[in-house]
């Protein structure tokens, strides 16, 4: 995987005024998935950015954003009596829940179909309800056929992520077309530390260690994915 | 060692603006090398060394030097009513749980800080 960059950033100025003489600049910063922390500070979009001209003095990370979505309900598939690519086995789905903040953690297992591709080889999943006004997306994870429905890794990703509109999916992919693991944790669920290297216009996150040996929390090592997660922030400057 | 006192805390101001009745300043908080954690937070040097007359509202610990601490890091808040400085770590053998206060063994400096301190 690739190390975070500045470019890899998502800045979102929402609002900014004057403290006397300084710049006051508020919205979200926002990390994505899949790339690893650098060692010495992940390098910070320009000050331009953030709505600053020559400098910037403060800078705090001091909020979270979660997709604030609660866990949708056990999803109620159906079998259909067609030919499909959906292999012969036990099948069971999990269904997410998409904002502009991030994705929310997966529902309940649905109920378990066992599909016969000659003959039964779709399976029907209908939208999760209970969404709020801020979704845009939802999403199906299923396990490959005859896997423990139990562990939360065999959940993988059916096609895209399908517009909120949509109200159900037919699904007709093969298991070795799946892709993506599940969300299995709720990312507000876990943080990190911060810090701001003025010197270097850097962002410094800590972590809890294995086997600690007491002491400061060290930095992040490099094997460590932060991201997706959004975090609020205020800074002053000129 | 020692435990940490206020006159191991060094404030210098860099910077320090009104605005609508508040007194914003940013500066460095540099925590001496060698003594160690002082039980029930490290107490702060007077508010005037943070360029204060009456009060200090905020004290938000937001930055760190780069050559002093990015390697390991404590996580801090401050004790508005006793004017102190509490620093919190991870536990050896951790149970799991919030971090706890430092213990007295612990030396956090040497250790610069950047802070926005908010106040009149």
Request: hydrophobic share 40%.
């Amino acid at each position: 995987m690739t190390a975070l960059a500045k470019t890899d950033w998502v800045l979102v100025v929402a609002e900014s005024g004057f403290l006397g003489h300084k710049r006051y600049v508020g919205g979200t910063l926002t990390l994505p998935a899949a790339l690893t922390y650098p060692n010495d500070g992940i390098a910070l979009p320009d000050i331009g950015k953030f709505g600053l001209l020559r400098q910037m003095d403060v800078l705090r990370l001091f909020g979270l954003v979660s997709a604030g979505e609660t866990t949708p309900p056990a999803p109620l598939v159906v079998l259909e009596a067609v030919a499909g690519l959906v292999e012969s086995g036990a099948h069971s789905y999990k269904t997410t829940i998409i904002t502009p903040d991030g994705e929310g953690l997966p529902s309940p297992t649905s109920n378990i179909v066992t599909t016969i591709e000659a003959t039964h080889g779709k399976v029907t999943v209908p939208r999760p309800t209970g969404y709020s006004a801020k979704a845009t997306h939802w999403a199906v994870y299923r396990t490959a056929a005859d896997d423990d429905p139990d562990v939360g890794t065999n959940y993988v990703k059916v096609g895209a992520s399908i517009i909120i509109a949509t109200t159900s999916l037919l699904d007709n992919v093969a298991d070795a077309a799946r892709s993506g693991v599940a969300p299995v944790s709720d990312l507000t669920k876990a943080e990190y530390p911060s810090r701001y290297d003025k010197t270097n216009h850097k962002l410094f996150l800590f972590e809890e260690e294995a086997s600690a040996a007491g002491g400061p929390m060290l930095e992040c090592d490099t094997g460590e994915v932060p991201g997706p997660r959004t975090w609020g922030f205020y800074a002053i400057g000129n | 060692m020692g435990a940490l006192v206020a006159s191991d805390i060094t404030i210098t101001i860099l910077q320090q603006w009104i605005s609508r009745g508040k007194r914003f300043v940013v500066g460095t908080l540099q925590i001496a090398a060698t003594n160690t954690y002082t039980d029930n937070g490290i107490t702060l040097p007077v508010i005037a060394k943070f360029g204060m007359w009456r009060q200090l509202d905020v004290l938000d610990i937001f930055g760190v030097d780069p050559t002093r601490g990015t390697v390991a890091d404590y996580h801090d808040r401050y004790d508005k009513t006793n004017h102190k400085l509490f620093l919190f770590e991870e536990e050896a053998a951790a149970a799991g749980g919030p971090l706890l206060e430092c213990d007295t063994a612990e030396a956090p400096g040497l250790r610069i800080y950047d802070f926005l301190a908010v106040g009149w």
